[in-house]
């Protein structure tokens, strides 16, 4: 797959094709267009001795020179790597990828409809394995000839027909699904409840079966080795030993005619109904199948408490309100904006004043972050309540800071005001840290930084990746003084210090 100017976006070589495939004609070169981009898709089925010379051009020259009858250019590669990787019905396969020289530029939307339409068509996932993005695989000819497992294992479980007899497995047996003229070798690996029951090596002889029996089971991982030591079957599964069922019974429709209803009137009829009825409904669960045991009660009920007293730490934080919690957020912040992962910082905060300047900034010791203040004073004084502000006070604050004793660590702040009018500009309050490795993460702020937590509680909490790319372009859109979202018209009165005029 790759565009009009040959930029490749994904390739692959899978030897072992069953001997009655094939692709129509029709599908063996198609242009596309995905979201106004075009792209192109190739896909044949190669003889062996075809397969063997495109794989050697891509060892020896780096290069897919004349390959693809329909590419404006070679496409040239950069690097490759060996490995093991799962892909098209097969697990555990030696793979060798190359990675491409040109990578694939384009909007982030289109790009993402593209990969979605990949996926959709190829089953291709790149949000599980992204180092495929702009890489050519070839996957090599499966051992077994097929790609098919070549030993088996067969669960034994003492099950029986009373629902409080059910059981998990208590052993297993390994049989040979094809004829084989020399041992090979099974590491098998158990477990259940998060634990290892058994982890073993089994020789397998031709023709005969192997019984083991073992503590009961849940999950197994099975890896197959031949008579020299090459792995030719990997094999991973969980159980389903229990099945969750809900049932919902729906009541009678009611009808709601309050002003959130009158406001959606003319908005379509989908918004209209979605907004003024609802059917109430009872759900009644029920769970069937092997139940716990014993011991399984007792791992759910000691996990399940030490996680209550020993939460797991995350990047969410709450603090209590009090003097002293102030001074932890602080030092939260303080570690956070001094780590050594972080690029550029921006702080999204409506009453940002000149109290939260003078306690965060001569807090860091990282001179060679960049961070950037968003705030919108208009008339209210963030730090008195009173109606008598005047953003001058900021611009003074910050230049008194400069000529001090923070000036080193002060060469990267940037201060942007924004307001509607006499009102402010944006409400909520975030904290977005670009990091060095290319990503982004974003914190949702309860309060803002003045007395953060002196008179509430303060808590901030890390957004899922998909809401922070929303988030990071509305943020991008305030740097440059907009709101991306039309909720208002900024005006910005303060860009320090690109512009200490803009006042």
Request: with cysteine.
């Amino acid at each position: 797959m790759y565009t009009d100017e040959g930029i490749l976006i994904f390739g692959c070589l899978v030897h072992g094709a069953e001997p009655w495939a094939t692709i129509p004609k029709a599908e063996q070169f198609v242009e596309l267009e995905v979201a106004g981009n075009k792209v192109n898709i190739l896909q044949e089925i190669l003889n062996t001795t075809s397969a063997v010379q495109l794989t050697d051009m891509l060892e020896s020259e780096s290069a897919l020179k004349h390959a693809l009858p329909h590419l404006v250019q070679d496409i040239e590669f950069s690097s490759m790597c060996s490995h093991l990787a799962d892909g098209f019905g097969r697990l555990g396969k030696p793979v060798v990828t190359f990675a491409a020289k040109q990578f694939i530029s384009m909007p982030d939307e289109q790009l993402k409809s593209l990969l979605e339409h990949i996926e959709k068509d190829t089953g291709v996932s790149f949000r599980k394995t992204p180092y495929r993005l702009g890489t050519f695989e070839v996957f090599d000819i499966p051992a077994n000839g097929e790609g098919n497992e070549v030993i088996s294992l067969e669960l034994i479980t003492p099950l029986t027909r009373n629902r409080s007899g059910l059981s998990a497995p208590k052993g297993f047996r390994l049989a040979p699904t094809i004829n084989i003229d020399a041992p090979l070798s099974a590491h098998v690996i158990l477990n259940h409840s998060g634990m290892i029951v058994h982890n073993g090596l089994h020789i397998i002889e031709p023709g005969i079966n192997q019984t083991v029996n073992t503590a009961p089971w849940s999950g197994y991982e099975i890896s197959v080795f031949d008579i020299d030591g090459k792995l030719i079957q990997y094999t991973q599964s969980s159980l389903i030993l229990r099945i969750g069922m809900n049932a919902q019974i729906q009541e009678g429709t009611i009808h709601i005619n309050d002003k959130l209803t009158q406001s959606s009137a003319g908005l379509g009829k989908q918004i209209h109904s979605s907004a003024s009825y609802i059917r109430p409904s009872t759900t009644m669960r029920s769970l069937t199948g092997v139940p716990d045991s014993l011991f399984e009660a007792h791992t759910k009920k000691t996990r399940d408490y030490l996680n209550k007293i020993y939460p797991l730490q995350g990047s969410d934080r709450w603090f209590n309100k009090g003097v002293a919690y102030e001074v932890k957020v602080v030092e939260h912040f303080r570690n956070i904006l001094n780590s050594a992962r972080v690029k550029h910082a921006v702080i999204v905060d409506p009453f940002f004043g000149e109290d939260a300047l003078t306690r965060m900034v001569p807090r860091i010791k990282n001179p060679d972050l960049a961070m950037t203040i968003i705030t919108s004073l208009s008339r209210q004084n963030p730090d008195t309540d009173k109606f008598n502000y005047d953003i001058l006070n900021m611009r003074a604050a910050l230049n008194s800071m400069r000529l001090g004793v923070v000036a080193g660590i002060m060469r990267g702040l940037c201060v942007i005001n924004l307001v509607t009018g006499s009102t402010q500009a944006f409400h909520d309050r975030y904290l977005m840290l670009e990091l060095y490795e290319g990503c982004r993460e974003l914190y949702l702020l309860s309060n803002s930084f003045n007395k953060m937590s002196g008179n509430w509680p303060f808590c901030m909490s890390k957004l899922d990746d998909a809401i922070s790319l929303e988030v990071g372009r509305y943020i991008d859109g305030l740097i440059l003084g907009q709101d991306i979202t039309k909720s208002s018209t900024p005006e910005m009165t303060l860009n320090w210090p690109k512009d200490e005029q803009t006042i």
